[in-house]
């Protein structure tokens, strides 16, 4: 919500792009490797790593070997990112 408009949200961002229609010109696996890692796609990406901890560094001791998602909360956001724009509410 920071970072892209997100259809059937009140706000969004617009630092990434629209994920408008994103099930429609996307596959989930696609989907998923840039929500995994998206600096396999793009090095200098600002978009943070939600299920790797691959190059990571300065991570707070807290979050240490944790990656953001959880296996169950990647499998949840590409469910809702692959619905057909109309099945979302």
């Known amino acids: 919500m920071l970072c ?3 259809p059937g949200l009140p706000v969004g961002g617009d ?3 629209s994920l ?6 996307a596959d989930v696996q696609a989907v998923r ?3 995994v890692d998206p600096r396999r796609f793009n090095p200098m990406t600002i978009m943070p790593p ?3 901890l691959t190059g990571l560094s300065n991570v707070a001791l807290a979050y240490q070997d944790k990656t ?3 296996e169950q909360g990647l499998a ?3 469910a809702y ?4 724009e109309g099945a979302r509410r």
């Open 4 to 6: 892209h408009r997100i």
């Open 15 to 17: 630092i990434g792009p």
């Open 20 to 25: 408008h229609g994103l099930a429609e010109r």
């Open 33 to 35: 490797e840039r929500v």
């Open 50 to 52: 939600y299920f790797s």
């Open 68 to 70: 953001i998602l959880s």
């Open 76 to 78: 949840d956001i590409l």
């Open 81 to 84: 990112l692959m619905q057909p």
